[in-house]
């Protein structure tokens, strides 16, 4: 089991508790450790993991662009104890490990504690319980990450990859009328000269 404490950020003061062996942390709905999307915007969408791994909490940054810290150290991978402090991105919002207590379970529920002192969400505007919004979380082959496939570790595009996706039909629209002006430049040229 592990539990955390929000000490900065829009849930400031929120506790957590969880007994599993994959927790999601960033601005998508469906994180285990999620953020206002509006207010927290340092955390990426999937922003880091924590882990299981030997009996140890494993904190992974899962390609955020403003990384992940550990006690001030900015860190890819690294094994959490009792006190650490995790911040998403430099100034961003900040999570206190409170407790590591023996082996992490297998796939059990995440339970939730808030302080009294957060307010609570409209859940009108709450992307976790309005419909349609939350896309359901895709099922893990295993719950170790030996298990995982190498393909479905990281299930979403590096940033690379979907701008130069997204450049591509630009290109081909720029590269087209550019091609349609130069024939019509010619054309031009052509019919002057024969006059």
Request: proline share 6%; aromatic share 4%.
């Amino acid at each position: 089991m592990i539990r955390l404490c929000q000490t900065k950020g829009a849930d400031s003061g929120r506790e957590l508790e969880f007994d599993q062996d994959l927790i999601r942390i960033g601005r998508m709905p469906d994180s285990d450790v999620n953020f206002d999307p509006e207010v927290d915007l340092d955390a990426s969408g999937r922003h880091a993991e924590i882990r299981s791994e030997n009996g140890r909490y494993i904190l992974i940054d899962a390609g955020s662009r403003n990384g992940t810290w550990l006690n001030g150290q900015r860190v890819k991978h690294a094994a959490l104890r009792t006190d650490d402090e995790i911040e998403l991105g430099r100034g961003g919002p900040k999570l206190k490990v409170w407790a590591l207590q023996g082996r992490p379970g297998r796939k059990r529920t995440v339970s939730r504690t808030s302080s009294a002192t957060v307010p609570r969400r409209d859940p009108r505007f709450d992307a976790l319980t309005v419909p349609g919004i939350a896309g359901a979380r895709p099922q893990e082959k295993g719950s170790s990450p030996d298990s995982l496939a190498e393909d479905s570790r990281f299930p979403y595009p590096d940033r690379d990859s979907v701008r130069n996706r997204r450049r591509r039909p630009r290109s081909a629209v720029l590269w087209g009328a550019a091609g349609v002006v130069l024939v019509a430049a010619i054309a031009i040229v052509v019919t002057a000269s024969l006059q």
